[in-house]
């Protein structure tokens, strides 16, 4: 009876290759969760030298800041890279508070993240804004915001990072954008609010919706829409699922590629298949288009 | 004297699959971890090296295989013997 003798050499590429099934492994798993962007390494605080010049990096530092701005402005535009946004409203306020954390790997890194905030005309612009630096770890920004119930239109983006807005009334005119992260509006007028890779959660009550995702799913509810309205709601790999007021008057339009569609409302159909419905809900005055692509749409009735 | 030229022939073939395979995996791990530590000492947020480790991994893994697991060599010998089995024993029946 023969038996295998390993040489040196055979071991280490065993091991190797053991070490690389492992590393595949680690990184599908990784990628299969989505934890990209939530992985944060533990680097030990240490400096070097790149080209003559002394920079730092690894460990973590904060710096806080609260700025009050006069409430002469009716239009509030958030600009982040990497940090959420939460937009709140308060009765009568006579400014706009601007809550803001920026956080960073190292005192060096903190420093070349600013916060800007300037007035255009009625429009108050608040900017994440990044010095460039070599090996240097840039830092987040994450926005605390509270503004007057007078305010008429918010525009919010992120790259990486969440966008809530709570409390305001459903006159608010909003576009809220984020490749990464979460949308949410707990009462909109007009709304236009897209995520790459995260869920929207929204209530509208304008002419005008617009929701899309890639990855994420949507969970809305309509509480009005005109006769001369439109709602178009779309998600690639997402389901959706949409609460509409009673009165709901709309051409309907739900398609999906490989999902199931549902619709509570009565309807005069004139097109049903297993993944797409159409017709029209009452007198079909306005426009409604729900799509996805791997997912399940669902239209119940408040 | 033919067979032991084949032999050698197989064997030299084997040990430089497994020394390219060990080059490969040396140069997948340090270019791997050079670029995790890029990301995390620069941006550190996305952690877009995982692709990288993800898709050329798969390369090393299956040079991996073929390498140590599925070497095309004792593949055809070991299916050969176990033909000549099969041949063996329907002759004896």
């Known amino acids: 009876m023969s038996r295998t003798r390993f040489?040196?050499?055979?071991?280490?590429?065993?091991?190797?290759?053991?070490l690389a099934i492992l590393v595949v492994v680690g990184s599908i798993v990784a990628i299969a969760q989505g934890r990209m962007f939530d992985l944060r390494w533990s680097i030990p605080e240490g400096r070097g030298f790149w080209n003559g010049q002394e920079f730092s990096f690894g460990g973590s530092v904060r710096e806080e800041k609260d700025e009050q701005v006069?409430?002469?402005?009716?239009?509030?535009?958030?600009r982040n890279i990497a940090g959420s946004i939460d937009i709140s409203a308060s009765a009568p306020a006579a400014s706009v508070s601007v809550h803001s954390v920026k956080a960073a790997p190292s005192q060096a890194a903190l420093d070349r993240v600013h916060v800007e905030i300037r007035k255009v005309g009625t429009r108050l612009i608040l900017?994440?804004?990044?010095?460039?630096?070599?090996?240097?770890?840039s830092g987040t920004v994450s926005f605390q915001i509270i503004v007057p119930r007078s305010m008429k239109v918010m525009e919010a983006h992120s790259v990486s990072g969440s966008i809530t807005v709570q409390g305001v009334d459903q006159t608010v005119d909003?576009?809220?954008?984020?490749?990464?992260?979460?949308?949410?509006t707990n009462a909109s007028r007009n709304l236009d609010a897209s995520s790459t890779s995260g869920h929207v959660e929204f209530a509208s009550a304008g002419n005008a919706v617009k929701v899309h995702t890639v990855s994420g799913s949507i969970d809305g509810t309509l509480d009005a829409l005109s006769k001369s309205g439109s709602a178009t709601l779309g998600s690639v790999s997402g389901s959706v699922t949409l609460n509409a007021f009673s009165q709901l008057d709309a051409m309907v339009n739900l398609h999906s590629?490989?999902?199931?569609?549902?619709?509570?409302?009565?309807?005069?159909?004139?097109?049903?298949?297993?993944?797409?419905?159409?017709?029209?809900?009452?007198?079909?005055?306005?426009?409604?288009?729900?799509?996805?692509?791997?997912?399940?749409?669902?239209?119940?009735?408040? | 004297m033919s067979d032991m030229n084949e032999k050698l022939a197989l064997a030299r073939s084997i040990a430089r699959r497994k020394v390219a395979f060990i080059r490969h995996a040396i140069s997948y791990l340090v270019v791997i971890v050079g670029l995790a530590l890029i990301n995390n000492l620069t941006w550190g947020g996305y952690q877009w090296w995982l692709w990288v480790?993800?898709?050329?991994?798969?390369?090393?893994?299956?040079?991996?295989?073929s390498a140590f697991l599925y070497q095309s060599g004792?593949?055809?010998e070991r299916l050969a013997k176990r033909e000549l089995e099969k041949m063996d024993e329907s002759d004896k029946v």
């Open chain 1, 7 to 18: 040489s040196p050499i055979d071991i280490l590429g065993i091991t190797l290759g053991v």
């Open chain 1, 70 to 78: 006069p409430a002469d402005v009716t239009e509030l535009e958030v």
């Open chain 1, 127 to 137: 900017e994440e804004k990044h010095e460039p630096g070599f090996l240097i770890r």
């Open chain 1, 174 to 184: 909003q576009v809220l954008s984020t490749i990464s992260g979460s949308v949410t």
């Open chain 1, 257 to 302: 590629v490989s999902g199931s569609v549902a619709c509570g409302f009565p309807i005069t159909i004139t097109e049903q298949k297993r993944n797409r419905l159409n017709g029209s809900i009452g007198s079909g005055a306005a426009n409604l288009d729900i799509g996805t692509v791997s997912g399940s749409i669902s239209i119940n009735r408040e």
């Open chain 2, 53 to 65: 480790a993800f898709g050329w991994g798969i390369g090393v893994v299956s040079h991996f295989l």
């Open chain 2, 74 to 76: 004792s593949l055809v």
